[in-house]
Nanobody, 113 residues
Framework: QVQPVESGGGLVQPGGSLTLSCAVS????????VDWYRQAPGKQRELVAG???????NYADFVKGRFTISTDNAKNTVYLQLNSLKPDDTAVYYC???????WGQGTQVTVSS
């Protein structure tokens, strides 16, 4: 069974940075596409960024130039680097194996002064 596990969230000031990790067990990442989603209180879950097994990436317009998704195949982990964070980025961030029901438990990111 494929299982993604997120970590790395926390409290950060506006303009700050965080690195989120999604460690995947059960299958090698080079055979998978992985997406990061987020859900803020009272809002629908939205796609943030994704990366294919071949390394192709895609980003939501609201994070382009600020967030970077990458993969470490040796660690079977997908990272999401969050820079220039804004209060509107506050949400629970989730990792999903694309086109599957395999979701992590989420990691909270709070951007506040």
């Amino acid at each position: 069974q494929v299982q993604p596990v997120e970590s790395g969230g926390g409290l950060v000031q506006p303009g700050g940075s965080l690195t989120l990790s999604c460690a995947v067990s059960g299958r090698f990442l080079r055979f998978l596409a992985v997406d990061w989603y987020r859900q803020a209180p009272g809002k629908q879950r939205e796609l943030v960024a994704g990366i294919s097994g071949g390394g192709n990436t895609n980003y939501a317009d609201f994070v382009k130039g600020r967030f970077t998704i990458s993969t470490d195949n040796a660690k079977n982990t997908v990272y999401l680097q969050l820079n220039s964070l804004k209060p509107d980025d506050t949400a629970v961030y989730y990792c999903n194996i694309r086109q599957s029901n395999y979701w992590g438990q989420g990691t909270q990111v709070t951007v506040s002064s």
